[in-house]
Each structure stands twice: as C-alpha cells, then as structure tokens.
C-alpha cells in the first residue's frame, strides 16, 4: 500500500504503546497515590492522635539534618515543621515583579508564596497560578538559603524559626531587600535577595564571624514540597527533581524516588530542582562551587509525604573578623525558552535548556519549536504557524515524496498485471515473489520507496506532538472558532450537537470536528494508494485504520490533529498531481 500503509502501521504501534502504557500502568498507579492521599486528608481531619501534623512540637529545624555529611536524620523531624504554621506571624516581605507577585517570610528567610500573575489556572479559571505555598498549606512548597556550623549548635546559625529583619519592605527589580540575624555569639548573618523582571532571584549569603575564634561553615539552599504530588501522568514527560551535575542531567520522577530510593550525588557547580509540566523551581549554586552533596530525598512519616531538594557545599573557614560570601540564583516561575536560554547564555547555566523535557528528538524538537515560534511572530497565530511548518516540511520532503508517489503511480498502472500473476501462481509463493520482482525491474518500480518518507515523518510527528504538549508557549493559544487551546483536545463534537444537548460525553467518544476531518483525509489518501500484496484480511483490516486513528489521536493535542489533517491534504494533493502527470507520460510514451 505504500509509505501511507508503513506510516499507519509504525505511527499506529507508536500509539498504542503509549496509550496502552497510560492506561495500564500510569493511571492505575496515580489512582493508588490519589488513594492514599484521601486516606491521609481524612486521618487529619479526624484528629486522631496518630496524626503526626497534630500532636508534633516545634523542632530546632525544617531542614532533615542539612549538615554536609550526615544521613536523614530522625523520622520525627519531618513532620515538626508543620507547628512552625503555629508560632507568631514575623511578618513578611511583598514581592512584586511584572511576572511574580507573592511573599517572602521573615520567620526562616523563606520564600513561601509565590502565584504567576501572567497565567490562570485554565481558560474557565482566570485565578493565577500558584507556584509556592507557607507551611500553613497542606500543600507547602518553599524555598530556603542558610549555612551549617560544624562542631557548633543548631541556634547558632539560622534557621527555619529564626526571625530576621529586613531592610525594606519590599522585593522588586528596582528595589533588593537585605535580611539580617545576629547570634548570641556576635556573629551575623546577611542575605541580599535581588530579583529580575522575570523569574530569577539572586541570594547573595555573607557571614562575619565577630565570635573571636576561627569558623567553618557551608551554605546550603533547599527545596521542599509537602503533600502528594499531581502530575500529568505520561511517561513523555518528566515531572518532579531533576538537575545536572558535572555536565550530566539526572531525572528522577516521584515515583522514581519511591521504588529506587533517594538519590544523591556531588558536583562541580550545576543545578537542580523540582519541574512541574510548565513550571519549575531551580537552585543554581556558583559555577566554580564545589558540591559536597546534592540530594533528591522522599520521605514518608507519620502520615506526611515529603519532597526535597537540596545541596550544601564544602566546609570553608571563616577566620576571627573576617567575613565569607556565597552566592546563589534561584528561578522560580513558567519555562518559557527565551527565558531559559537567557539565563544559560548570561548566568553561564550548563545544559539549562534541558529543564524543558525536548525529549529523544532534542535535536529535531527544538528546531521544530524555533520554526513555529518564528512563525507565530510573523502569523500572530500558532495553528497558522503549524500550517506553514507544515507547508515548508512538506516541502522540505519533496525529493523524497516524488520519488514514493512516482513508485506508487507506476504500482498502481501495473495492478492487472500483478493480478495476473496473482492468479497464475496462487499456488507457488517463491515462483510469484520472484516474477513480481522482474515485473518491478523492468517497471522501474521501488517496493520500498515508501520507506524513508516513513522514517522522516515518524520523528517529526513525535517532535511536533512533543512541542505541542509541553512548551508554555503553547498553552491557552487558540486558532479560529471552537479551538481556544492548541495544547488541548478537540471536544467539540457532534456526540452532543455541539453543545446544544446539555450533556458532557465521555472522552473516548467526544471526538471532535479536527479529528474526524483527520479520519476523512486519512481514508481519501488510503482510496489513492494501490492495494498491493494483501490479503482479504488484511485489507479489511486497513479499511477501519482511518477509524482507529480517528478515535486515538482525538485524545491529542488540537494542534497536533490540525497538523495531520492538513499534511494529509497536502499529501492527497501532491499524489494526485504527480499521478495524474506519470499517467500522461505514460499515455504519450504508448501512443510513441
């Protein structure tokens, strides 16, 4: 049948897997989790006393033992942080940036409220997105910088409890705040937090040591996310700690940390952090510093899930009246690329384009998104960026195209005569392939000149899907009438008469307008290509393949289905075309 039959096959099987992984193994773990959290939410709200939230008493720190070389620490100390939600408010400091509008908590010097004022929930919930939550939330996630002492107490350097003044009352590109603490011991402690017009802090630690004997200390930062986390739940995609250490990025998934245990490493600077689908919090220690530990923990007590993300450097010495400095940048916001690259290029970040999951075909993906983009700048409009990405593929794939269309003309002009020999050797399958071969030869004709158009557009259709489905960029974008969202499925259906019959349908069977006109292109370029070599089975099998991708690919992304459509038509066009000139050759070749 040609490159369509070997494109349905490969992209059918591609599918399916995937498909057939979600609904198999993802889905039923996700449901488990969801399980187990409603499970923990109802014990809390009852109150009982095995409820580790309710009965804990504050403990020296949040941090599970952050000194540079020690384990976890006690099973009791996760749990503690949650009656720091109960200790007198300290106050706080405003953040406000064109992007970020949130807080920062005096007690602990921690970054715990943090919503993106530039992107709602969903296009039906116009409420921004929030990205860090106090520990008052059952859900807390916050950020925190500090320093460990060796040989010295925990009150001597700051912690999760610790109170500390600011300078002023707000956070703000023009207008950095410097946070201050002195211990009993007469040794202070800064931290000056800038921050851009986009999502990067800089936290710039200073320690002098006015406590008349020398010092070693180490500065640590730390992620933390409490609660059971959602995810999207497709293997495409990573969601959860990943950063990169000595020029390697390391992924690991919740459920990573759950089976394999945490993970732990050192590095010659790098990053690391926690990515949701299109948002991410990153430490970003100084390049040239040494990482004694960087860490991915999980850990689950007393009916509290943890997540955490840490680092802590080398002990360095701090000298009677001498001071010492570290700095750290830390993001916190939406992955948009232009971003990202920006801050790899000037903060000299290695590999930090990869927090955005490109995926196998980083190469070919990437490429693909600058494509659109660029398109998108020209068009104002991403789906008119997907048809002319489209267009320029197609034609990009022309030698290839017409060298399998030409193939398929002449299969199709030669089909009596491989019905002929169909039925001459029915009975004889060596005698047949071998006859069909010479009818190929001195045809002219390639049985496998479908084949590498095939191998081009497998990886470009996963490209696009890729981009499609985790770039920020995509998100929200609409294209004409009914498709609001790119990034979303095609529901409007006529399962329920397109909206007139108040009625929600099932997923499965909402199939909407895009994925339909999908099936049609896709059983009209079937009804060009020749039927060759099969039986009746199997030809009965590839009548329903339009159906089968009708009902599959109306769970994808819009703009990946408004991709398919509209390169089916250009295929049906272009076959058309070049059949219709290979028949007049041939008639004017006859008639010489």
Not at 38 to 60: C, I, R, V, Y
Not at 124 to 141: C, G, H, I, K, W
Not at 151 to 179: E, H, M, R, Y
């Amino acid at each position: 049948m040609g490159d369509n039959k070997n494109l349905f096959i490969a992209l059918g099987l591609a599918l399916l897997v995937m498909i057939g992984y979600d609904k198999l193994y993802l889905q039923p773990k996700m449901e488990a989790a969801q399980r187990e959290l409603e499970a923990q939410d109802a014990l809390k709200k009852a109150g009982e006393p095995g409820d580790a939230l309710s009965t804990a008493t504050p403990a020296p720190a949040d941090d599970l033992a952050i000194a540079p070389h020690d384990d976890l620490g006690t099973a009791a100390a996760a749990p503690a942080t949650k009656a720091v939600a109960a200790l007198p408010d300290a106050g706080s400091v405003k953040i406000e940036t064109p992007e970020l509008k949130g807080s920062l908590s005096l007690r602990g010097a921690r970054f715990d409220d943090l919503v993106l004022v530039k992107h709602s929930v969903s296009l039906e919930d116009d409420r921004p997105v929030r990205l860090l939550s106090p520990l008052a939330d059952e859900r807390s996630y916050y950020v925190r910088f500090g320093w460990a002492a060796k040989g010295q107490g925990t009150d001597f350097v700051p912690g999760d409890q610790t109170v500390w003044t600011a300078d002023n009352a707000t956070l703000s590109p023009d207008s950095p705040v410097t946070l201050s603490w002195t211990n009993t011991a007469g040794v202070r402690f800064t931290q000056k937090i800038e921050i851009d017009k986009e999502f990067m802090f800089k936290v710039t630690q200073s320690v002098t040591n006015s406590s008349g004997e020398a010092l070693e200390l180490a500065p640590y930062g730390l992620i933390n996310r409490d609660g059971q986390v959602k995810t999207e739940g497709l293997y495409i995609l990573h969601e959860g700690p990943l950063g990169v250490f000595n020029g390697t990025l390391e992924e690991k998934s919740y459920s990573d940390l759950e089976d394999d245990g945490n993970f732990e490493t050192s590095s010659k600077g790098g990053w690391l952090g926690i990515t949701d689908k299109y948002w991410m919090t990153v430490l970003i220690p100084d390049q040239e510093a040494d990482l004694s530990r960087a860490r991915f923990v999980r850990q689950a007590t007393g009916g509290m899930l943890r997540h955490r993300v840490d680092y802590v450097e080398n002990w360095q010495a701090v000298a009677a009246g001498n001071s010492r400095e570290d700095v750290t940048h830390f993001y916190a916001g939406a992955k948009i690329v232009s971003a990202i690259d920006d801050y790899e290029t000037k903060l000299g970040i290695p590999l930090f384009d990869r927090a955005i999951d490109w995926g196998w075909f980083y190469w070919l993906t990437r490429p693909i998104f600058k494509g659109l983009h660029y398109l998108f700048e020209l068009t104002g409009n991403f789906g008119i960026a997907i048809l002319v990405m489209t267009v320029l593929i197609k034609a990009a794939l022309f030698p290839l195209a017409n060298k399998s269309y030409v193939s398929m003309s002449h299969m199709k002009m030669v089909q009596p005569k491989i019905k002929a020999l169909q039925e001459r050797h029915k009975d004889d399958k060596a005698r047949l392939q071998q006859e069909m071969m010479e009818l190929y030869k001195k045809e002219k004709i390639n049985p496998l000149a479908g084949c590498l158009p095939v191998l081009v557009q497998i990886p470009i259709f996963f490209s696009l899907y890729k981009v499609l489905y985790v770039t920020i960029e995509m998100r929200h974008q609409p294209f004409f009438g009914w498709v609001q969202d790119l990034s979303a499925p095609d529901h409007f259906t006529p399962v329920n008469l397109f909206g007139l019959i108040p009625w929600d349908p099932p997923a499965m069977i909402a199939i909407g307008v895009w994925p339909i006109l999908m099936g049609l292109t896709m059983w009209l370029q079937q009804k060009m290509n020749p039927q060759t070599g099969m039986d009746p089975t199997q030809a009965k099998v590839m009548m329903f393949l339009p159906i089968i991708f009708t009902f599959m690919l109306a769970q994808f992304a819009a703009g990946l289905v408004i991709y398919w459509t509209w390169n089916s038509l250009l295929s049906v066009a272009q076959q058309w075309v070049i059949m219709r000139r290979e028949e007049a050759r041939v008639a004017r070749s006859s008639k010489a």
